[in-house]
């Protein structure tokens, strides 16, 4: 994405923003297409091995994988709003997402109308999703060892300070400060909440909760560039990304007030105890 965003911005500002940058768009399409087909291996082995391994454990077993599967109405439910936990990381992607969409299609109209030329527009679209992406490596490692519920409250937090100092100062630099600690706060919320919802979900049911918890987060796509450019129209682009900046800050709190902490404790007393909860959430919710 980094690559991507920097590498057009560099050919819209040579060749122009038609047709030049789109080449690469698909490009990359049909390379996807064909690392899929020809090197991505099924992983229902896995989910069947994990599942087979719950069912031997009777405290870890959650009883609506013995019987008959929850529909997908039942579980569009409860990650969208029945259970505390899910609903929170659902709304906390939708709006993780819906900066994404500020950033893409917002930020680069506020720097051009502050006189920024396209190249440097790319430097800063550029800053935001390479710092995201390398430092998942750190905070995809730090949700395992210290918990997931505050790294995604305070990564929603610092997402927050983040949009809300592309407002307050002015200048290239300072953007692609703000870039950077934007990356940060995505990168702590990014890959912890699809490990929270993994947590939650039993492993037989797991692509459907993954695939609601998408649904949600996806949506902050549409969301953010539709509400923030309708925003921008009516007032003004300083004024929607300042609401973005406090929107995200109120789902920090979201998760602060309803998220519980889903990570396993390490050892084995812990992992027993982390079964039983398991199990008991699935037995509140899930069946």
């Known amino acids: 994405m980094a690559a991507a965003a920097l590498a057009s911005g560099l ?41 087979a391994t719950r069912q031997a454990a009777p405290s870890a077993r959650a009883p609506s994988e013995a019987g008959r599967a929850p529909s997908l109405a039942r579980v569009f439910a409860l990650v969208s709003l029945r259970d505390r936990t899910l609903s929170a990381c659902s709304q906390a992607g939708l709006v993780n997402n819906l900066n994404d969409g500020l950033a893409w299609g917002i930020f680069p109209l506020y720097f051009a109308a ?27 490692a730090l949700s395992d060892r210290l918990g997931r519920k505050w790294l995604i409250a305070g990564g ?3 997402q927050a ?14 953007w692609v400060a703000a870039a950077v600690v934007m990356g940060a ?15 939650v979900a039993p492993p037989t049911q797991r692509a459907t909760a993954l695939g609601v918890y998408r649904f949600w ?27 973005v900046a406090a929107l995200t800050g ?36 899930m069946r």
Request: hydrophobic letters at 55%; charged letters at 15%.
């Open 161 to 174: 300070a983040a949009i809300l100092s592309v407002a307050l100062m002015q200048g290239f630099t300072p």
């Open 217 to 243: 987060r996806d949506a902050g796509f549409a969301a953010g560039a539709l509400g923030a450019g309708l925003l921008a129209d009516v007032a003004s682009t300083g004024t929607s990304i300042v609401a």
């Open 185 to 199: 706060g995505t990168a702590m919320v990014y890959p912890t909440l699809l490990a929270a919802v993994s947590d």
């Open 11 to 51: 050919i819209a500002e040579r060749f122009g923003l038609r047709p030049a940058p789109f080449y690469l768009g698909i490009g990359f399409a049909a390379l996807g297409v064909g690392m899929s087909a020809l090197l991505v291996r099924d992983t229902s082995a896995h989910v069947a091995l994990e599942h």
């Open 114 to 140: 502050a006189g920024l030329d396209v190249a440097r527009i790319g430097v800063i679209a550029a800053a935001y999703p390479w710092t995201w992406g390398v430092l998942q490596l750190v905070t995809g």
């Open 156 to 158: 929603m937090w610092l």
């Open 250 to 285: 109120l789902s920090g709190v979201v998760v602060a007030a309803r998220m519980t902490e889903t990570a396993p404790r390490r050892g084995p007393v812990h992992a027993q105890a982390a079964g039983r909860r398991a199990g008991m959430r699935d037995r509140a919710s």
